[in-house]
C-alpha cells in the first residue's frame, strides 16, 4: 500500500499555475526526491501536502486518509522539516520537542524525547536555547522534532541546505538510517544532486508544476543523454521542452 | 477538542514566561503603574469634594476591572503573535492541532496571564488605597466573567486582523482597550454621554458591569436582567470572534498567506 498518494494536483494563484496536474506515490521505506529549479512547485507541493495551502484541485492520502476531509488524521501521520521553518528560538531544544510532541499527541513523551536527544545527538543541547545553535545543531533539532511521532510521511524541505559537507553527509546517513529502520516514506527536496544520488531511490523532476522526468537517480541521466544528475538537472531546468518526448 | 494540543499552547507561554523576567514584568508593571496613578487620584478627589462619597471603590474599581479586560484581550494576543514573532506558522498549523484547539489554548494561556495581573492589582489596591471587593458582593463574580469574555472575543478578533493583514497590522491591537473605553462607560455613566453614544455602549458588554457597579457603590438597585444580557452579548460577541478566525485562516490557507506569512501579504 503506498503511503502518500497525489492525485491530479493543482494550484493556481491567479493567473500564475504553479502545479498542474500532479500525480505520484511514495511507497513506505522510499525515499523521493523531488527536483526541479526555483519555481517549479516543489514547495508549493510539500505546503499541500501538510494542509498549510488549499490546492485548487485534486486529492491527498496519506494511507488512504484524504486530508481534504480528514486532516487530523493525515497530519498525525505526517511530520516535517524546512530550512525556512525553524522551530522557535526563544524556547530550548527540549521545551521544542516537548511543545511539538503534545500538538502531535505522542504517547510516553519524556522516553521519545530521550530517544530523538541521543539518536541526533543533542543531548548535550537539551537545555540549550534553539536560537543560540548552529546551523547544523538547529537542523538537527528540527529532524528530530520530524520523528517525534514517529510519522509514516516525513517531508523534507531543502534539509541539508545550510549545512557544512561534513554535517550534511552526517544528516543525510541519519535520515536513511531511520528510513531504513522505520519504513517512513520521505519525499525530499534538494538542489544537491550529489546528496539526491546518494539518498534517493527514485526521483521527480518537476518544470513548471508538471513531473517532466521520473526514475532512478543513478540511471535517468543516461537515458536521457546526459552524464550527471546535475547535467539533467541543468537541461530542465534551461530546455524542459527538449526532454518532454 | 483534545486537551493535549492546547495545553501545548499553555505550556509554551509558561516556559516563556519562565525564561524571561520582563516577560513577567511586562505582564504586572502597566497594571502596578495604573492602579498607583488612580489610586492616588481617587484618594485626592476624596480630599476636594464633598465628604460621604468615596471615590475609591467607583473609580479606582472601574481601572481595576478594566485593566482586567485589557489584560484578557492582550493574553489571547500575546500567546498568537508569539508564533507571528518566531515565524511558527508552518509548524503549529503544519501539525494535527485544529483551529478550536489552537484558539482555546489562545484562551486558556490568557487565563493565566490576566488572573496574574487581576492579583497584583488587587493587592496593590487593597493594600495601598483600602479598596475593598467585598463592596460588590457576590456580583464580582459575573462582572469578572463579562469582561472576561469580552476581552476572549476582542482578542480573537485582534489576532483575525494580523492574520489577515500580516505583522505589520500588529499595531492595531494596542490601541483597541482605549478606543473603546469612552464608549463603554468605564468611569462615568452613560446618561452623561450624548443619546447616539448611548445606543452604541448598549452594545458593548462592559457598560453592564460598570453601570450595574456604580448602582452598587451608590446604593442603587442593580438589574440583574442588564448584566444577563451583556454576558449574552460577549458570548455572542466570542461565537463570533472565532467564526471571523476561522474564515480568515481558511483565506489564509488557500491563498497561500499562511504557508508565507513573513511576506504579509500574497497579492
New interface residues.
Given amino acids: 500500500m503506498s503511503i502518500l498518494s497525489v492525485s491530479n494536483l493543482r494550484k493556481v494563484y491567479g493567473d500564475t499555475l504553479a502545479v498542474d496536474d500532479l500525480s505520484f506515490s511514495t511507497e513506505p521505506g522510499e525515499i523521493v526526491g523531488l527536483l526541479g529549479p526555483n519555481g517549479a512547485g516543489k514547495t508549493t507541493t510539500i505546503n499541500m501536502i501538510l494542509g498549510v495551502l488549499e490546492p485548487s484541485a485534486g486529492r491527498i492520502q496519506v494511507e488512504r486518509h484524504d486530508l481534504a476531509t480528514d486532516r487530523r488524521e493525515v497530519l498525525l501521520r505526517t511530520n516535517f522539516a524546512a530550512v525556512y521553518a525553524p522551530l522557535p528560538g526563544n524556547l530550548t531544544v527540549e521545551q521544542n520537542l516537548r511543545f511539538f510532541a503534545m500538538l502531535y499527541g505522542v504517547q510516553a513523551i519524556a522516553e521519545r524525547i530521550a530517544t530523538l536527544l541521543e539518536q541526533f545527538d543533542l543531548a548535550r543541547f537539551r537545555h540549550t536555547k534553539c536560537g543560540v545553535l548552529s546551523s547544523g545543531e538547529q537542523t538537527r533539532v528540527s529532524l528530530a522534532k520530524a520523528m517525534l511521532n514517529e510519522p509514516r510521511l516525513l517531508l523534507l524541505d531543502e534539509p541539508t541546505a545550510s549545512l557544512d559537507p561534513a554535517t550534511a553527509r552526517e544528516v543525510r546517513a541519519k535520515i536513511r538510517n531511520v528510513t531504513t529502520a522505520t519504513r517512513v516514506s520521505v519525499l525530499w527536496t534538494s538542489h544537491n544532486m550529489y546528496e539526491v544520488e546518494s539518498v534517493c531511490d527514485r526521483v521527480l523532476f518537476l518544470s513548471h508544476g508538471r513531473v517532466l522526468l521520473e526514475g532512478n537517480p543513478r540511471t535517468l541521466p543516461q537515458e536521457h543523454g546526459k552524464s550527471t544528475l546535475e547535467e539533467l538537472f541543468i537541461a530542465v531546468a534551461r530546455e524542459p521542452l527538449s526532454l518532454e518526448s | 477538542m483534545?486537551i493535549?494540543?492546547i495545553?501545548?499552547i499553555v505550556?509554551?507561554q509558561l516556559?516563556?514566561l519562565r525564561?524571561g523576567a520582563t516577560r513577567v514584568l511586562s505582564l504586572v508593571i502597566w497594571v502596578a503603574i495604573d492602579i498607583i496613578l488612580w489610586g492616588f487620584m481617587t484618594k485626592y478627589l476624596n480630599t476636594v469634594t464633598a465628604a460621604g462619597f468615596d471615590f475609591v471603590p467607583v473609580l479606582l474599581g472601574a481601572v481595576l476591572m478594566w485593566d482586567f479586560f485589557t489584560r484578557v484581550m492582550l493574553g489571547v494576543t500575546m500567546a498568537f503573535f508569539?508564533d507571528v514573532w518566531?515565524?511558527?506558522?508552518?509548524?503549529?498549523?503544519?501539525?494535527?492541532?485544529?483551529i478550536t484547539e489552537y484558539l482555546a489554548g489562545l484562551v486558556a494561556s490568557s487565563i493565566i496571564t490576566s488572573t496574574l495581573g487581576l492579583l497584583v492589582m488587587l493587592a496593590l489596591a487593597t493594600a495601598l488605597f483600602g479598596l475593598s471587593f467585598l463592596a460588590y458582593g457576590g456580583l464580582l463574580v459575573p462582572f469578572l466573567m463579562v469582561l472576561f469574555l469580552f476581552g476572549i472575543a476582542l482578542g480573537i478578533v485582534a489576532c483575525s486582523f494580523v492574520l489577515r493583514y500580516g505583522p505589520a497590522a500588529e499595531w492595531f491591537v494596542w490601541p483597541i482597550p482605549a478606543i473603546l473605553s469612552p464608549f463603554a462607560g468605564v468611569f462615568y455613566p452613560i446618561s452623561t454621554m450624548p443619546t447616539w453614544v448611548q445606543r452604541l455602549a448598549h452594545a458593548l458588554p462592559p457598560m453592564y458591569v460598570f453601570e450595574g457597579m456604580r448602582a452598587i457603590v451608590t446604593g442603587r438597585t442593580i438589574s440583574m436582567m442588564s448584566l444577563v444580557i451583556g454576558g449574552a452579548l460577549a458570548v455572542f460577541y466570542i461565537l463570533g470572534a472565532s467564526v471571523v478566525f476561522t474564515r480568515v485562516y481558511?483565506k489564509a490557507?488557500?491563498?497561500?498567506l499562511?504557508?508565507r506569512y513573513s511576506a504579509e501579504s500574497?497579492s
Fill in positions: 483534545r493535549t494540543p495545553a501545548a505550556l509554551r516556559y516563556l525564561g508569539e518566531s515565524r511558527n506558522f508552518l509548524n503549529v498549523f503544519g501539525s494535527p492541532i485544529s481558511r490557507v488557500r491563498t497561500g499562511i504557508a500574497v
